[in-house]
């Protein structure tokens, strides 16, 4: 950019087209910017050429501007810096920005009339800052010291005083420009560190505590404000999750679930102001809340409220810990216990022995109540008044040494408790069945950790946990067995193995004290050895049954049901896909080739495969044909003679009692020298193919081999056909012809025929089922109507077979995709979902595994594209590299979606929240209603 105003920018000694190849980018680090030469971070533009860096206020400068701090001075735009000679030295210095005191190293603006400097960020320094919840104007003038530095003004060399200031509204505060910028500066490379406004805070909290001047409100709390926030999150989580017989005023429960949903310093200064005349009464926060029964929100176990408690309760005591005020200093070590033996209690709440209702349980629970409540009590009166340093230092170490003896007691409890475990019913996980099928690898992974990088917190129980570790790993081959489970003594099965999974995970993350371990480990051992044997038990009696075992428990299917017989009756659509793939059987190249039909459950693949099987110009051209089924339970022998007794007539009984060999042998001499066509139905991966491809001789003679499938990365040199949805007009077509044969559609029902025709989406199978429907119906207009209104619900009647199709992809999927397919129920039908966004809520509920050398969201990607694949997730927006921007599901894929995920209690938590925003909602609602009456 030069001084005329045309488009070029000059960064050192390269110039080039900023509007053409600057690309604004965000990233959560710090840059320097090579316009002015000063750090940043956040938004910033990059040169796609040179790879230049600018600030926004460096790419979009302003050449002329007057500035009000300086009474109307007008500032110039330069690219150079000016230099100085310094008093009293008489050296050469760079000049410096007149609002925060820094060098000028790059771009700048300068005033020749009263020889002013500022830094292309510094001229739009924001005139007022909130900083930990307390408002700061900025001015050029102080009085107090800067709390930061401890200087009134900032000096630049041997030159005058430099920069201006933010000064609090009591005017007893005050950070310079300069201070502030290096306070984020260094916060923002503190690692965990993450959120800017929660940097500024904890910088600011420790400057407050130190300051000898006081502020009545800065001093509250002993002078800790930082402690609010996490006083305001836990009550807002409290009020936003359950109904809880608090009497606090209605408008400070509020204020504390908006602290919890917006996170905001803004929230947490409202708050404050609430909280502060009502201090002698939030005492009630500081024990464990009661709940009472509502009709909004379910009623957690008593247990998830102690533990939150705890937890709120170890959040204070980590951040005075980290704030040190001089009387904790004497009593860290105990304090650190305490915090410990909290953690513990964390732990053991949620094990299976305190989660059963039996009165040994009880007594303990209200034992841990009481210790737990005395803590909290005791934190209370710490933190809301105001004694002698020395006293408090003397209470604090006297309250500590009682509570850690407590402690003691409790673990004797505890301790008698874990011996008579065996004995105890067992707890009823509150997972889904999916879900804790799938948190057996997150249990490796946390016992792999535990073994290669945390061996020194587990010496005595090493080997217990290396033991664990292998009879996981074997328990994890058998896993797809139970969720595939459909008999009754399966499904109990099942439940014992996931209320199994769900006492192991809290066992294992309560390594210290390390006796728990010790005496719940063995007793998980013994647990999982007698899960295994059961398992087996039942794999055995299912064979000894007559079950093949890769085929029990699923549902059976016959092969003619994966496809609706009836729906090649009347052929629609597919026209050109049809012409393409005769071309592809006709006139493609000598050697034998794959050519794939795929699509999602129900778009007529077997269908379509019919019509090409009996295409008179494919009959003619093949020397034989023939047609076998494979499905998800391939059968390799009854493959074998599907295809023969297709291409000759051999006596099937005969075949039977062949072996595999024989009719292997069979097959291959009857297919040599010979074009065949061979149509391989409904297959599912490329096991079957690589089992049987041997017998399928490659002559040079134009074979060719029809895959049906779901899946379309069959291979990678087959040809892939992918069929699409049925248009609107020809969803209207085949239901015209199925409810109505030969004769016309009745005016008063094409508007309503039509509608229906275009809720079936575009799938073949769905306009077949709701036509056969029709078909049995009056033709009212009233009648339609109410199928209308209940399309899905008629789609999904037991009674017929679409169900059970579109199960059978459900239940073929891998353990670990089965949560994230679920997952697509939660979003709305028809939603276009962002894959970065989908992916990133998959990896924050945990549906990843950890995979070496590669990041969650790349596994995470491979997850997406196997649902792809398999023709469950549809591509909604492609890239500019062809990957996938956005996906989607298709409604009745949505609506499976939905009905597994409440049969597996998979929503529960999902469905729990929409009823705790109810609540918050009614609650908002009341409080808004008595505001307006006032």
């Known amino acids: 950019m030069s001084k005329s105003g045309d488009n070029m920018l000059t960064t050192g000694s390269q110039i080039h087209d900023c509007y053409e190849h600057c690309e604004l980018k965000t990233y959560a680090k710090l840059f320097r910017c090579d316009g002015?030469?000063?750090?940043?971070?956040?938004?910033?533009?990059?040169?796609?050429?040179?790879?230049?860096?600018?600030?926004?206020?460096?790419?979009?400068?302003?050449?002329?501007?007057?500035?009000?701090?300086?009474?109307?001075?007008?500032?110039?735009?330069?690219?150079?810096?000016?230099?100085?000679?310094?008093?009293?030295?008489?050296?050469?210095?760079?000049?410096?920005?007149?609002a925060c005191g820094k060098d000028i190293r790059g771009f700048n603006y300068h005033c020749e009339e009263d020889d002013l400097d500022l830094h292309p960020c510094c001229r739009k320094l924001e005139k007022e800052l909130v900083i930990y919840g307390k408002i700061f104007d900025l001015e050029t003038k102080v009085s107090s010291k800067c709390g930061k530095c401890g200087k009134r003004k900032i000096y630049h060399y041997d030159s005058d005083p430099l920069g201006w200031s933010y000064v609090s509204q009591c005017k007893k505060y005050h950070f310079h420009v300069y201070c502030i910028t290096k306070m984020v500066q260094e916060s923002f490379m503190k690692p965990g560190d993450l959120a800017l406004e929660n940097m500024d805070l904890r910088e600011f909290s420790n400057l407050v505590q130190n300051s000898p001047e006081g502020d009545e409100k800065f001093e509250t709390f002993v002078g800790q404000r930082i402690l609010v926030p996490i006083v305001a999150v836990y009550m807002g989580n409290l009020c936003f999750r359950y109904d809880l017989e608090t009497y606090l005023p209605d408008e400070l429960k509020i204020s504390a679930i908006w602290c919890k949903i917006s996170m905001s310093p803004r929230a947490y200064r409202e708050?404050?102001?609430?909280?502060?005349?009502?201090?002698?009464?939030?005492?009630?926060?500081?024990?464990?809340?009661?709940?009472?029964m509502s009709k909004i929100t379910p009623t957690p176990h008593p247990n998830e409220v102690v533990i939150e408690f705890i937890d709120f309760l170890i959040q204070l005591l980590e951040e005075i810990m980290r704030l040190e005020p001089d009387f904790i200093v004497p009593v860290k070590g105990s304090i650190k216990n305490l915090q410990t033996e909290l953690g513990f209690l964390i732990s053991f709440l949620g094990d299976a022995p305190l989660r059963t209702e039996v009165d040994v349980t009880k007594n303990i629970l209200s034992d841990i109540e009481v210790v737990v409540n005395q803590v909290g009590g005791f934190l209370y009166s710490l933190l809301s008044t105001r004694d002698d340093r020395v006293l408090e230092t003397v209470r604090l170490s006297l309250s500590l040494s009682a509570f850690l003896q407590e402690f003691e007691l409790l673990k004797t409890k505890i301790k008698e408790l874990c011996i008579t475990v065996p004995k105890l019913p067992g707890c009823v996980a509150t997972k889904s069945s999916v879900m804790s099928f799938f948190a057996v690898d997150s249990l490796l992974d946390d016992l792999e950790d535990l073994i290669n990088y945390k061996a020194d917190r587990i010496v005595p129980v090493k080997d217990q946990i290396i033991m664990l570790y292998e009879e996981l790993s074997l328990l994890r081959s058998t896993l797809n067995y139970l969720v595939l489970a459909r008999h009754l003594q399966l499904k109990e099965l099942a439940m014992k193995t996931r209320n199994l999974l769900y006492e192991i995970s809290y066992v294992i993350n309560s390594v210290t004290p390390v006796w728990y371990p010790t005496l719940r480990l063995p007793q998980l051992l013994e647990k999982i050895h007698l899960v295994k044997m059961a398992i087996q038990e039942k794999k055995s009696n299912s064979i000894d049954a007559g079950i093949p075992e890769e085929e029990y428990p699923c549902e059976q299917v016959q092969p003619q049901a994966k496809e609706l017989d009836n729906l090649d009756d009347d052929f629609v659509g597919f026209e050109d896909v049809k012409t393409r793939i005769v071309e592809q059987l006709i006139s493609g190249p000598p050697k034998q080739q794959i050519i794939s039909i795929v699509g999602m459950p129900g778009l007529g693949k077997t269908t379509l495969a019919k019509k090409l099987f009996n295409d008179p110009s494919i009959v003619y051209y093949f020397h034989t044909c023939a047609w076998c089924v494979v499905s998800q339970t391939y059968k390799k022998k009854n493959v074998l003679i599907d295809i023969l007794t297709s291409t000759k007539n051999h006596n099937r009984e005969a075949m039977t009692e062949m072996d595999e060999e024989n009719l292997a042998e069979m097959l291959y001499k009857s297919l040599k020298t010979m074009r065949y066509l061979i149509v391989m139905d409904d297959i599912w991966g490329m096991e079957p193919w690589d089992d049987l491809k041997r017998y399928f001789p490659d002559?040079?003679?134009?074979?060719?081999?029809?895959?049906?499938?779901?899946?379309?990365?069959?291979?990678?040199?087959?040809?892939?056909?992918?069929?699409?949805f049925l248009s609107g007009a020809e969803c209207w077509e085949l239901l015209q012809r199925k409810v109505f044969q030969t004769e016309p559609c009745p005016p008063e029902l094409q508007g309503i025929g039509q509608h229906i025709a275009s809720r079936c989406h575009g799938l073949p199978m769905s306009v077949i089922m709701i036509s056969s429907i029709l078909a049995n119906m009056q033709k009212k207009e009233s009648s339609w109507g109410e199928i209308a209104r209940h399309l899905n619900a008629h789609i999904f009647d037991s009674t017929n077979n679409c169900v059970h199709i579109l199960k059978l992809s459900y239940q073929h999927l891998s353990v670990h995709l089965k949560p994230c397919f679920l997952y697509f129920g939660v979003f709305e039908e028809d939603e276009k979902i962002p894959v970065q966004k989908l992916i990133s809520l998959w990896v924050a509920e945990g549906f990843i595994n950890k995979e070496t050398h590669r990041s969650s969201e790349d596994v995470a990607l491979d997850y997406l594209v196997d649902l792809i694949n398999r023709g469950l997730v549809l591509v909604a927006e492609e890239r500019s590299n062809g990957g996938v921007k956005a996906c989607r599901i298709h409604d009745l894929l949505h609506d499976l979606c939905l009905r597994i995920a409440k049969e597996e209690n998979f929503m529960g938590g999902i469905e729990k929240l929409v009823l705790c925003l109810c609540s918050f909602l009614v609650h908002f609602l009341l409080y808004l209603s008595r505001l307006l009456i006032m």
């Open 699 to 724: 002559d040079k003679t134009g074979s060719r081999i029809i895959f049906t499938s779901r899946n379309k990365e069959l291979g990678f040199d087959n040809v892939v056909n992918e069929l699409p």
């Open 271 to 292: 708050f404050f102001e609430l909280m502060m005349p009502l201090l002698q009464d939030l005492s009630v926060v500081f024990t464990i809340p009661k709940q009472r």
């Open 36 to 98: 002015c030469k000063m750090k940043g971070f956040g938004e910033r533009y990059t040169c796609n050429l040179c790879g230049h860096v600018l600030h926004k206020e460096c790419r979009f400068p302003i050449f002329n501007f007057s500035h009000e701090n300086f009474g109307g001075s007008i500032f110039k735009f330069h690219y150079k810096p000016f230099t100085i000679l310094g008093k009293k030295n008489r050296r050469v210095f760079s000049k410096c920005c007149d």
